[in-house]
Nanobody
Framework: QVQLVESGGGLVQAGGSLRLSCAAS????????MGWFRQAPGKEREFVAA????????YYSDSVKGRFTISRDNANHTQYLQMNSLKPEDTGVYFC????????????????WGQGTQVTVSS
């Protein structure tokens, strides 16, 4: 069993930056590839970024590539999402998730989820 807790969301102006954190607990937390998803009001949950077990491989959706950076600190069981050059369309609830299947774009392939953290980007 893995528990995930996100933090770091908030309100920011367009062009600004935020860093989200996801703290994992459970003795197998480092055995999972990790990802970030987001969900805007009235829309489906969408894939944002993924990182493999070691942190040596990452993958991004086209909408955030070049602006967001995913990373992980296995010693502290934490993953991060650095978000730069934020746009109003980045607004939504951001979720971290754990999967055995690195790089999966599909939410149903993620085994564990955090509760989400709200990101609001004003224009």
């Amino acid at each position: 069993q893995v528990q995930l807790v996100e933090s770091g969301g908030g309100l920011v102006q367009a062009g600004g930056s935020l860093r989200l954190s996801c703290a994992a607990s459970g003795r197998t937390a480092n055995n999972y590839n990790m990802g970030w998803f987001r969900q805007a009001p009235g829309k489906e949950r969408e894939f944002v970024a993924a990182i493999n077990l070691s942190g040596g491989s990452t993958y991004y959706s086209d909408s955030v590539k070049g602006r967001f950076t995913i990373s992980r600190d296995n010693a502290n069981h934490t993953q991060y999402l650095q978000m730069n050059s934020l746009k109003p369309e980045d607004t939504g609830v951001y979720f971290c998730a754990a999967t055995r299947r690195y790089g999966s774009l599909w939410s149903w392939e993620y085994n564990y989820w955090g509760q989400g953290t709200q990101v609001t980007v004003s224009s």
